[in-house]
């Protein structure tokens, strides 16, 4: 039990010494997470809000830990961004979001699947040929897969991340700027991004019905999109009050748990055919 413990907080924080035993085993659990198939893809659907219709869904990933349970994202996300082992953890989002754009296709529903990269996926100069390599034999387009990265992922070595992005645009990907107005991003690179969307952090979305600034912000920013000629998404959709708010502002799409929270991948298919918009 003390272990148990003790490795809960580990995850928890997961600010641990690189080289350090506790990091070093809490790796080593990791790579046998993804060799023993204990990764999960949870997927949350994203609407189009002027026509109730969902179009897409965010992938998200958990940990089915034998011991511990599902482990949600935050407590080994976080680890490892820091030890670089986020790449192999991509690679694996990326995989299963592209075969599962495949499946629904192949059950009638076409779908454009968010997976999140991080700054590391960023730096590495391969990416773009690899996630290509990826998506060839399965016969999925890159424009099936958007791919979210936070204004603080680019901002670490913007040059670089903007090398990388161009790359994935002009291969046809689509891109979004995740937590907008969460980081630290200027004006002036959003307008050298080669960016699509621009996703209003869920901070906002969810203050905007009792607080007049976060409505305001809310506002601004599904302006801002549209003057860029950018689409924008509101994530934290909670309720059908900020829906309505979130149409009659013009916002593109939603996501939230008004709609529906993270779901299994294997139970998608079957809710998205049965959803109807409230
Ligand atoms: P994120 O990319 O901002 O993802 C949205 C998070 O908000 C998800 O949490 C989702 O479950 C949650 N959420 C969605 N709708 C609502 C709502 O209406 N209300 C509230 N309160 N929350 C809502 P989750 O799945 O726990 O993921 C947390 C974070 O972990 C993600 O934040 C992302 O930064 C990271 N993450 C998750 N999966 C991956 C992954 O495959 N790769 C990477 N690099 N990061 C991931
Ligand atoms: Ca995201
Ligand atoms: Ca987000
Ligand atoms: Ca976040």
């Given at each position: 039990a003390a272990k148990t413990r003790q490795c809960g907080s580990l995850l928890y924080h997961?600010?641990?010494?690189?080289?350090?035993q506790e990091s070093l085993s809490l790796l080593s659990e990791l790579r046998r997470a993804v060799e023993n198939n204990e990764l999960r893809l949870y997927l949350q659907p994203k609407i189009?809000?002027?026509?109730?219709?969902?179009?897409g869904a965010e992938a998200l990933v958990r940990w089915q830990h034998p011991v511990r349970g599902l482990v949600p994202p935050m407590q080994f996300i976080p680890f490892a961004e820091q030890t670089g082992f986020i790449r192999v953890l991509s690679a694996w989002v990326l995989a299963g979001s592209a075969r599962f754009a495949r499946e629904a296709r192949d059950a009638g529903l076409t779908l454009r699947l968010s997976v999140n990269l991080s700054t590391r996926d960023l730096m590495d100069q391969e990416l773009p040929a690899k996630i290509e390599a990826m998506l060839a034999p399965l016969e999925v387009?890159?424009?099936s897969l958007c791919l979210e990265i936070t204004e603080s992922a680019i901002m670490d070595d913007p040059e670089r991340a903007l090398s990388t992005l161009e790359h994935l645009h002009a291969m046809g990907f689509k891109l979004s700027i995740d937590d907008?107005?969460?980081?630290?991003?200027?004006l002036a690179y959003l307008k050298r991004l080669p960016v699509d969307e621009l996703k209003i952090d869920k901070s906002f979305v969810m203050a905007m019905e009792r607080d007049l600034d976060d409505a305001r912000i809310v506002r601004s920013t599904i302006e801002l999109a549209h003057n860029l000629g950018l689409s924008v998404v509101a994530e934290g959709l909670e309720t059908a009050k900020a829906w309505a708010m979130l149409a009659q502002l013009g916002c593109d799409e939603g996501q939230g748990y008004f709609i529906c929270k993270p779901m299994p991948q294997e139970q998608f298919v079957t809710w998205a055919k049965t959803w109807q918009p409230p």
């Open positions: 997961a600010q641990l010494d690189a080289g350090s189009d809000l002027q026509r109730g219709k969902v179009i387009a890159p424009g907008f107005g969460t980081g630290y991003s200027s």
